[in-house]
Structures are given as structure tokens and as C-alpha cells.
């Protein structure tokens, strides 16, 4: 059974800092691009930043240069570092696991900026 986890959430002041991890199991995740989504209340779902097998980055323009995200194949683990983040960072943040012929998504976790 194909699971993926979302851990690292939590409640941080502006200016604040967390770090995401996203592992999978029941999946060699070394063959699979990985995306980290966020959905605040109200709005749609968007894509944060992805990493695809071979490790090349894809960001938003909102989270450049405040959000960084790295794999470790070995530990089957997805990362999104979270620096300066502001109260428009609050979201359930997804990751979700995808080749061309199949995708994974886990359950999410909240982050919550607020002082």
C-alpha cells in the first residue's frame, strides 16, 4: 500500500521558520517528481514548489527565495524548508508524488503563521 506522510506543520510567528518532510512508502520514490501544494480556506489549491527525479526545482514566484524543497532517496523523503514566512503562508501544505502514469497524495499538514 502506497502511503505518503506530511509531517512538520504547527503554529509560527511571522518571520518564523518550519521544515516539511513528505515520506513515502510502498513507492521507490527516487522515480517519481514530488510536488508540495497548499490550500488556505477559500481558496484553490496551488502548487509551492516541486522537485523532479533528477532534482531540478520549480518554485512559486510567492515563496522564491523564502522556500526551498530537497529529496533524499535514500530516506524515501521529500523536504520543504519554510523560512520567513508571513500570515498569507497559512494553508494545509500537500505533497503529492507523480510520474506519467500514476500519482500519490498524501493527507496534508497545517501551517499556521500568525503572532
Known amino acids: 500500500q502506497v502511503q505518503l506522510v506530511e509531517s512538520g506543520g504547527g503554529l509560527v510567528q511571522p518571520g518564523g521558520s518550519l521544515r516539511l518532510s513528505c515520506a513515502a512508502s510502498?513507492?521507490?520514490?527516487?522515480?517519481?517528481?514530488v510536488g508540495w501544494y497548499r490550500q488556505a480556506p477559500g481558496n484553490q489549491r496551488e502548487l509551492v514548489a516541486d522537485?523532479?527525479?533528477?532534482?531540478?526545482?520549480n518554485y512559486a514566484d510567492s515563496v522564491k527565495g523564502r522556500f526551498t524543497i530537497s529529496r533524499d532517496n535514500a530516506k524515501n523523503t521529500v523536504y520543504l524548508q519554510l523560512n520567513s514566512l508571513n500570515p498569507e503562508d497559512t494553508a494545509v501544505y500537500s505533497c503529492?508524488?507523480?510520474?506519467?502514469?500514476?500519482?500519490?497524495w498524501g493527507q496534508g499538514t497545517q501551517v499556521t503563521v500568525s503572532s
Open positions: 522537485i523532479t527525479s533528477g532534482g531540478r526545482t
Open positions: 503529492n508524488a507523480r510520474t506519467n502514469v500514476r500519482e500519490y
Open positions: 510502498g513507492i521507490r520514490f527516487s522515480f517519481y517528481a
